[in-house]
């Protein structure tokens, strides 16, 4: 049981570069989550879905793109690497609310934008 | 809207001395609540939750936390910590209810524990 993955773990891209940081789950979660971490700013919810198909912008979208085509992936998009966008990026999946089934958080992708 | 306030950034301690991280949550309706912690280069991992009932809730590795909802709080504490409770710790909140799936989560508390 793998739980959530993100791949890569380490990243580092030129301004103007684009990737797509990938992320899945083996526990058929119906939400998934994209958030970035900044130093002394916690944690800021990017996007958010709540089933395959269905995708929403959180707090900080602008720059981002998400798609969830199956329930286990949910892949997020930077078209125009900038500064601003280094950060460690967290994605997460929950089986339905918090309140019973609590999120549960991937290792994490480190990335630097030079 | 919901916002959570972790009013230490930085709390360093000695072992087994005890510990405590102060939360403030701030909602215009009911809420649940809850601590993470996060080790060097982990994902986070769910300490303790509030949902509902008895005001003090036990979680994980002998951490405590009390729901105090005049003063709006959810401070965690331990009696005696370890090395190991070296870590970064987050105060999260969502919304109750139907709509209980998102969280907020505030800006941190990392907590240094030295020998």
């Known amino acids: 049981n793998a739980g959530v993955t993100q791949t890569p773990k380490f990243r580092i891209l030129k301004i103007g570069q684009s990737m797509t940081l990938q992320c899945t789950q083996d526990m058929n979660h119906n939400y998934m989550y994209w958030y970035r971490q900044d130093p002394g700013m916690g944690l800021k919810l990017i996007y958010y879905?709540?089933?395959?198909?269905?995708?929403d912008k959180g707090e900080v979208p602008n720059g981002y793109n998400v798609s969830r085509s199956t329930t286990e992936d949910f892949p997020l998009r930077l078209e125009l690497a900038a500064p601003s966008q280094t950060s460690v990026y967290f994605c997460?999946?929950?089986?339905?609310?918090?309140?019973?089934?609590?999120?549960?958080f991937g290792s994490g992708t480190r990335l630097t934008v030079v | 809207a919901q916002s959570v306030t972790q009013l230490d950034s930085q709390v360093p301690v000695f072992e087994e001395a005890p510990v405590e991280l102060r939360c403030n949550y701030s909602?215009?309706?009911?809420?649940?609540l809850f601590w993470y912690v996060q080790y060097p280069n982990q994902g986070l991992q769910l300490l303790l939750k509030?949902?509902?009932?008895?005001?003090l809730v036990k979680g994980i590795n002998g951490f405590e936390a009390e729901f105090n909802k005049s003063q709006t709080s959810f401070h965690l504490r331990k009696p005696s910590v370890h090395i190991s409770d070296t870590a970064e710790y987050f105060c999260?909140?969502?919304?109750?209810?139907?709509?209980?799936?998102?969280?907020?989560f505030g800006a941190g508390t990392t907590v240094t524990v030295r020998a």
């Open positions: 997460a999946s929950s089986y339905a609310g918090v309140k019973d089934y609590g999120y549960t």
């Open positions: 909602s215009s309706v009911s809420v649940y």
């Open positions: 509030y949902l509902s009932g008895s005001t």
């Open positions: 999260a909140v969502s919304q109750s209810g139907d709509n209980d799936y998102k969280l907020s």
């Open positions: 879905s709540v089933g395959a198909g269905i995708t």
